[in-house]
C-alpha cells in the first residue's frame, strides 16, 4: 500500500509566503522608505540604497549584536542608529541594494502622513 504523494490540504500553502511573512516585509519596506526620508535628503533613490545598505551592514556586524535581543531601542529616537535598529529588529536580514531601491522606489501600503 502506498501513500499519497499529495495531501489536499497541504498543497494550497506550498510556495507562497506566509500572511507574517508578507506583514514583517511590508513594515521592513515602510521602515526603509522613511529612512531614506528622514536621513537620505536630496539622493536619488540608488544612492539612498546605497547608503542605507552600507549602514546596515556596518550596524548589523557591530552595534547590532550587542543590541539585538533588547525590547525597546538603546538608540536615542530620530537617529538613524534608531531606524536601523528598527529595521533589523522586524526581519533581522539586510536587503541587498536592488531590494532597498525597490523598496524605496514603491508607494508601499501605508499611507502617507502629513507633518
Known amino acids: 500500500?502506498?501513500?499519497p504523494l499529495r495531501h489536499p490540504l497541504v498543497a494550497d500553502g506550498?510556495?507562497?509566503?506566509t500572511p507574517g511573512t508578507t506583514l514583517r516585509l511590508a513594515v521592513r519596506d515602510h521602515l526603509l522608505r522613511e529612512a531614506a526620508r528622514r536621513f537620505c535628503v536630496g539622493m536619488s533613490d540608488r544612492q539612498a540604497a546605497r547608503q542605507l545598505?552600507?549602514?546596515?551592514?556596518?550596524?548589523?556586524t557591530g552595534r547590532w549584536r550587542r543590541s539585538r535581543v533588547d525590547v525597546t531601542c538603546p538608540h536615542q529616537a530620530g537617529r538613524l542608529d534608531a531606524a536601523l535598529w528598527l529595521i533589523l529588529k522586524v526581519?533581522?536580514?539586510?536587503?541587498s541594494e536592488r531590494l532597498i531601491r525597490l523598496a524605496l522606489s514603491s508607494p508601499g501600503l501605508f499611507p502617507a502622513h502629513a507633518p
Open 53 to 60: 545598505h552600507t549602514a546596515l551592514t556596518r550596524y548589523q
Open 91 to 95: 526581519r533581522d536580514h539586510v536587503p
Open 14 to 17: 506550498r510556495g507562497q509566503r
Open 1 to 3: 500500500m502506498t501513500a
